[in-house]
């Protein structure tokens, strides 16, 4: 039974763009997030004016913010193991963090009135927005160009590494 992938358990090799987007993503945002809440006397109120919510470095946050950074990063973590699943919350990340960036940069203060938008935070999810989308919308040859082929031979199976095809 020949297979395209190289499929041991519920993991694949993490060494697609989109799994490094989904672990480097989802790596910075828990930590940024994470960081924020134990630094920061952050609220969970809505927000009025950005300049009066604390800074974490160059971020402006809020509790709902940090929350928000934890979550999208956490379910990075979790999808990172599966190209289909990394490439699922690539793309998801990006439309969130697109959302995010415009409505940040329109209001200037916050995003549905609970999460801190200053130009750092637009900038951040603007970055993340576009590296989202272009690591999930990458085609799947150019996720993984050399992906092992399994072939079986008189019982055995062997491991042969082939190129892509290019098209």
Same mark, same amino acid.
């Given at each position: 039974?020949?297979?395209?992938?190289?499929?041991?358990?519920?993991?694949?090799?993490?060494?697609? !763009?989109? *799994?490094?987007?989904?672990?480097?993503?989802?790596?910075?945002?828990?930590?940024? %997030?994470v960081l924020s809440l134990i630094f920061e006397?952050?609220?969970?109120?809505?927000?009025?004016?950005?300049?009066? *919510?604390? #800074?974490?470095?160059?971020?402006?946050?809020?509790?709902?913010?940090?929350?928000? /950074?934890?979550?999208?990063?956490?379910?990075?973590?979790? @999808?990172? %193991?599966?190209? #289909?699943? @990394?490439?699922?919350?690539?793309?998801?990340?990006?439309?969130?963090?697109? =959302?995010?960036?415009? /409505?940040?940069?329109?209001?200037?203060?916050?995003? =549905?009135?609970?999460?801190?938008? #200053?130009?750092?935070?637009?900038?951040?999810? %603007? =970055?993340?927005? @576009?590296? %989202?989308?272009?690591?999930?919308?990458? !085609?799947?040859?150019?996720?993984? !160009?050399?992906?092992?082929r399994f072939t079986r031979d008189a019982g055995?199976?062997?491991?042969?590494?082939? @190129?892509? !095809? *290019?098209?």
């Amino acid at each position: 039974m020949p297979s395209t992938t190289a499929r041991r358990g519920l993991l694949e090799r993490p060494d697609s !763009p989109a *799994q490094a987007y989904a672990v480097i993503a989802g790596l910075f945002l828990v930590a940024l %997030g994470v960081l924020s809440l134990i630094f920061e006397s952050v609220s969970f109120g809505s927000i009025g004016a950005v300049s009066a *919510q604390p #800074d974490f470095l160059i971020w402006a946050v809020s509790g709902w913010t940090t929350i928000f /950074w934890i979550v999208i990063g956490g379910l990075g973590l979790v @999808a990172a %193991g599966r190209l #289909d699943s @990394a490439r699922t919350y690539a793309l998801f990340a990006g439309i969130v963090f697109a =959302v995010a960036c415009v /409505w940040g940069f329109i209001d200037g203060n916050n995003v =549905v009135s609970l999460i801190a938008a #200053d130009t750092t935070d637009n900038i951040t999810h %603007g =970055v993340l927005a @576009a590296l %989202g989308l272009l690591a999930g919308l990458l !085609p799947r040859a150019a996720q993984r !160009p050399r992906e092992e082929r399994f072939t079986r031979d008189a019982g055995t199976v062997s491991r042969r590494r082939h @190129a892509t !095809p *290019q098209h």
